[in-house]
């Protein structure tokens, strides 16, 4: 087996460098907190989150790769978040 086939597959979603953007919706919750928590191991991500309680993320604030908007997202958003996806 020659180097090139062991080498970890790479995303053909992502060119060498780029930075995947995620936007996620109730990012302080059960589920969106412990999402965020297993993302922003990966510097190569950034995040764009809504929720109007950030309590269980207060650890991820100060993450320059996180953006968190607290408020609720309702149909006046819709612009915003398509945006910043």
Same mark, same amino acid.
């Given at each position: ?29 059960? !589920?969106?907190? *412990? &999402?965020?928590?297993?993302? +922003? ?9 809504? @929720?109007?309680?950030?309590?269980? !993320?207060?650890? *991820? &604030?100060?993450?320059?790769? +996180? ?9 006046? @958003? ?8």
């Amino acid at each position: 087996m020659s180097t090139d086939e062991e080498a970890e597959p790479k995303d053909p979603a992502r060119a060498e460098g780029e930075r995947m953007r995620l936007a996620v919706v109730g990012c302080g919750g059960f !589920i969106g907190s *412990h &999402l965020l928590d297993a993302l +922003l191991k990966d510097d190569s991500i950034r995040i764009d989150g809504w @929720d109007p309680h950030v309590e269980k !993320i207060s650890q *991820h &604030l100060s993450n320059p790769h +996180l953006n968190v908007r607290q408020n609720s997202l309702s149909a006046e @958003d819709l612009p915003e978040f398509r945006e910043a996806i």
